[in-house]
């Protein structure tokens, strides 16, 4: 098969009477990946070949679009409408060339072909970078549709510009907003002592994001043990209690009720958190001299809040306690992290799952306690090292700088026709110093002889004065398309437009090749010696384009476009020449094949 992959636009349709999921349909050799433009949407595919059963397709010419429809083995159905037929007739040749061979064994040593899974994020990436950049989108479609390349080997080769775009314009995140929860009061109605608090989404994420505790019970409660309504009840009952600065009381209800009780004791999980962020603490910091600014044990000392001052209380009592300043500094420290999640707010449920999901991620990519330790020790030794004494930490690389290849074009003209010159001479040139009495004599010398000899030979041979002839009549040629024009004019803009355009492409797409072509030596593996056959049947393609060039121009323009096809030339024959070098070396003498192919 000579593509291992279709990638196309298409919508993809759970029923005929379904509008669609716009996305990019991408077909391997083992799986069918759907992934949708929009991240948030539900459209997603990711199916295996496996269990395709069969295909139906609309036909061309007919009322109806182009919809492709896959059956798999369950009876169901994966419906894809694509932008044109010519899509669709792409997408079901392979697919049938796939169920055509997936009953048969293959005796002969397959390559296995690199692939990778991509993230919606990632394909919107490169989707955009394609639509934005017409030349990478020629060189996209021009390698990776036909098959030259695959689509990891494509864009291995720019990460960088990647990961540049990915950085460039970083999404910013909702916050949360600056009102901290302890200030929501409840409404009275003035007859009763009943208090009403009002709940909102947004609120409801705050409170899961500040009180880990809290989203911790929701999980575990809500609607296994109690409602919802029940579950919000007892928090803000717990809230009350608080703000009465009466432990005692909240003590005596959270033995009663073992629920309450886990919104009126000191958030455990906050309190693992502090712990392991003391762990981290930088170790030449002397924190214990820090304690005697702590006045708040003195008398007439301490943080009034609603009218009264926070005291200080035994033990017991304080597991029931929240301080003032624990609430500022939790809430300030949930509004810089932003808000984790991005879902809607309007079940509570999906609110708390999606958080705990995004806090299960961050914990994973988290440091282990060893992780930590090791780096209070490297902390350390950077700070007590003598930087006299040790070497560098870097070595200095210098930068890679790859130029424009239009930056060549324009310094061309010049070395062209210095080329030509030499090319046409043909001759080294001698450079000697005499005085002006040793050409005299030499003047005298070749004289006397003539008179003694005659002339037998010519003084200059004519193959010679016809080369000089030659050169001088090409620069002159050449020269007179200068006059009245602009100095800094290259030769490419004496060009028409459409054959500057190709001359540009045709460069950028060999310098393409080249790049994977010398990357992929030495060959060590048979996905290796596949890729390079293919690049080179791809440069093997390019001499009778550029010969196309060359013969639709005018005459006039001619030799200045064989000038800057000429290094063309000389590039793609320097790669192909040594593969074939490479090749006979391998295949030759002790008989072994081509280093790599099994």
């Given at each position: 098969?000579?593509?291992?992959?279709?990638?196309?636009?298409?919508?993809?349709?759970?029923?005929?009477?379904?509008?669609?999921?716009?996305?990019?349909?991408?077909?391997?050799?083992?799986?069918?990946?759907?992934?949708?433009?929009?991240?948030?949407?539900?459209?997603?595919?990711?199916?295996?070949?496996?269990?395709?059963?069969?295909?139906?397709?609309?036909?061309?010419?007919?009322?109806?679009?182009?919809?492709?429809n896959l059956t798999n083995s369950q009876n169901g159905s994966y419906i894809f409408e694509f932008e044109n037929f010519s899509d669709l007739q792409d997408c079901r040749d392979f697919v049938g060339k796939i169920l055509a061979k997936s009953g048969e064994v293959s005796e002969k040593p397959t390559v296995t072909y690199p692939d990778e899974q991509l993230s919606a994020a990632e394909m919107e990436l490169r989707i955009k970078l394609l639509r934005e950049d017409s030349e990478l989108q020629k060189l996209h479609k021009q390698f990776v549709l036909s098959g030259v390349l695959t689509e990891a080997e494509f864009w291995a080769t720019r990460k960088k510009l990647l990961d540049r775009e990915a950085n460039k314009k970083t999404k910013q995140q909702l916050g949360f907003k600056s009102?901290?929860?302890?200030?929501?009061?409840?409404?009275?109605?003035?007859?009763?002592?009943?208090?009403?608090?009002?709940?909102?989404?947004?609120?409801?994420?705050?409170?899961?994001?500040?009180?880990?505790?809290?989203?911790?019970?929701?999980?575990?409660?809500?609607?296994?043990?109690?409602?919802?309504?029940?579950?919000?009840?007892?928090?803000?009952?717990?809230?009350?209690?608080?703000?009465?600065?009466?432990?005692?009381?909240?003590?005596?209800?959270?033995?009663?009720?073992?629920?309450?009780?886990?919104?009126?004791?000191?958030?455990?999980?906050?309190?693992?958190?502090?712990?392991?962020?003391?762990?981290?603490?930088?170790?030449?910091?002397?924190?214990?001299?820090?304690?005697?600014?702590?006045?708040?044990?003195?008398?007439?000392?301490?943080?009034?809040?609603?009218?009264?001052k926070e005291m200080t209380e035994s033990q017991n009592e304080q597991l029931y306690r929240r301080t003032l300043s624990q609430d500022i500094n939790r809430h300030a420290a949930v509004v810089l992290e932003g808000r984790a999640v991005d879902v809607e707010l309007e079940d509570t449920r999906a609110v708390a799952e999606a958080l705990a999901r995004s806090k299960q991620e961050t914990s994973t990519k988290g440091e282990s306690d060893g992780d930590a330790i090791q780096e209070r020790l490297d902390r350390v030794s950077r700070m007590t090292e003598i930087e006299d004494l040790q070497g560098p930490n870097n070595l200095l690389l210098a930068p890679l700088c790859i130029k424009d290849p239009r930056d060549y074009f324009d310094s061309q003209q010049a070395n062209a026709l210095r080329a030509s010159g030499d090319a046409l001479g043909r001759t080294e040139q001698i450079k000697c110093s005499l005085s002006t009495q040793e050409v005299y004599g030499s003047l005298r010398q070749s004289i006397s002889v003539i008179k003694a000899t005659g002339l037998k030979d010519p003084v200059v041979k004519p193959e010679v004065a016809h080369q000089v002839f030659d050169a001088l009549t090409n620069i002159i040629s050449t020269t007179k398309y200068h006059i009245g024009k602009n100095p800094h004019e290259s030769v490419l803009d004496r060009l028409p437009k459409k054959t500057k355009d190709e001359l540009l492409h045709h460069w950028t797409s060999i310098l393409e090749l080249l790049k994977h072509f010398w990357a992929s030596y030495p060959i060590t593996t048979p996905y290796l010696y596949a890729k390079v056959n293919r690049l080179k049947d791809a440069m093997s393609n390019i001499y009778p384009q550029l010969e196309e060039i060359k013969g639709s121009v005018p005459s006039e323009l001619r030799h200045q476009v064989s000038l800057l096809v000429r290094p063309m030339h000389q590039a793609l024959d320097a790669a192909i020449q040594y593969y074939e070098a490479d090749m006979q070396k391998k295949s030759t003498g002790s008989g072994e094949k081509p280093n790599g192919y099994v």
């Open positions: 098969m000579a593509s291992r992959h279709v990638t196309k636009r298409a919508k993809y349709k759970t029923t005929i009477k379904d509008p669609g999921t716009p996305g990019t349909l991408r077909l391997t050799l083992e799986k069918i990946l759907f992934v949708p433009y929009n991240p948030k949407s539900a459209g997603k595919l990711d199916v295996e070949f496996r269990f395709i059963k069969g295909q139906k397709h609309t036909k061309e010419g007919s009322n109806k679009p182009a919809w492709l009102a901290m929860i302890s200030d929501i009061r409840p409404s009275t109605d003035g007859r009763t002592n009943k208090v009403t608090f009002s709940l909102t989404p947004e609120i409801i994420l705050q409170i899961f994001a500040e009180k880990p505790a809290v989203h911790r019970a929701f999980l575990s409660y809500v609607p296994n043990k109690m409602s919802e309504k029940v579950f919000w009840t007892k928090y803000f009952r717990a809230e009350y209690l608080h703000s009465t600065k009466n432990s005692i009381a909240a003590a005596a209800e959270a033995a009663e009720d073992e629920e309450l009780a886990v919104f009126l004791k000191q958030d455990d999980i906050l309190a693992r958190e502090a712990r392991w962020k003391i762990r981290r603490v930088d170790p030449t910091l002397d924190m214990e001299a820090d304690e005697g600014d702590d006045y708040t044990h003195l008398p007439d000392h301490g943080i009034v809040r609603d009218g009264s």
